[in-house]
């Protein structure tokens, strides 16, 4: 769900579970918390308090050339190349 955030520019609010939180800088496009309902809701609250949107929604737009193919296969092609060269 991440990656459709991205897509349409929405900040998100992932929990440290798994790899969220190496898609989702924290404090950059949205919030990385703890699974515990104190921190989901304080970073709910510091959202709208701060009014943060429009910071996050910016950093959307240059975060989410991270996960665009271009750059996929551009990392593809150079882990190819470091095979080959054995480096």
């Known amino acids: 769900m991440s ?41 709910i609250t510091d959202f709208f308090e701060k009014d943060r949107a429009a910071s996050f929604r910016e950093n959307i737009q240059t975060e989410r050339k991270r996960f665009t193919w271009e750059a996929m296969t551009a990392r593809i092609l150079a882990l190819v190349q470091e095979v080959k060269t054995g480096r």
């Open 3 to 43: 990656q459709v955030a991205y897509h349409f520019g929405v900040p998100m609010l992932v929990t440290d579970v798994g790899g969220l939180a190496e898609i989702v800088p924290h404090m950059k496009v949205g919030y990385v918390t703890p699974v515990d309902e104190h921190e989901i809701a304080g970073a």
